[in-house]
């Protein structure tokens, strides 16, 4: 999926006053044919996904079937935006926007905890994550030199939804 840049929430073009609802996306491929740059990366994948990831509250006491369960679905999610093609080889270096749209906001740490699901879905499959689609090498430092930026927006309640913005480096 791609969009206008004129509308992408971290360009430094975008006004402030932008709508996060009003972007508009295109098929996988249109963003590989016309990168979009982003703080010295190019826009590799734009994912629209139907559901607002969880607090670090909500998974950190899970049963790990309960949390391999979560994070197929967050799978799930992924293949469904990616439409069904997964890349032939990982980006080696990414950076990552993630935009949380749901009722009410989290604190920080709640946030950016509960992004591991959906972490773990872009990252290589491995045999202590076989649900990785191989978008990212890995999300460690080395391959992902900067945490997730993250914002978080509000909706109406049963509308939450994730906006996952993946830069080349």
Same mark, same amino acid.
């Given at each position: ?8 929430? *971290? ?19 249109? =963003?590989?044919? =016309? !990168? ?9 994948? =734009? ?26 679905? #967050? ?32 604190? #920080?740490?709640?946030?950016?905890? @509960? ?9 290589? *499959? ?7 689609? @191989?978008?990212? *090498? ?9 945490? !997730? ?21």
């Amino acid at each position: 999926m791609a969009l206008d840049c004129a509308s992408h929430p *971290a360009s430094a073009d975008a006004p402030e006053s932008a709508s996060v609802c009003a972007l508009t996306f295109a098929s996988p491929t249109a =963003s590989a044919a =016309s !990168p979009i740059a982003h703080r010295g990366g190019i826009l590799r994948y =734009s994912l629209l996904l139907p559901a607002a990831t969880p607090s670090n509250n909500t998974i950190k006491d899970m049963h790990f079937r309960a949390y391999q369960n979560m994070r197929q679905g #967050w799978r799930l999610m992924v293949l469904s935006a990616l439409k069904g093609g997964r890349p032939a080889a990982p980006i080696q270096r990414a950076r990552l926007v993630i935009i949380r749209h749901s009722a009410g906001f989290l604190d #920080w740490d709640n946030a950016l905890g @509960g992004l591991k699901p959906l972490l773990d879905c872009l990252v290589s *499959a491995s045999k202590r994550n076989p649900d990785g689609l @191989g978008l990212i *090498a890995d999300d460690n430092p080395i391959a992902m030199p900067e945490p !997730p930026y993250m914002r978080q927006q509000t909706c109406r309640r049963g509308q939450g939804h994730t906006e996952c913005y993946i830069y080349e480096l």
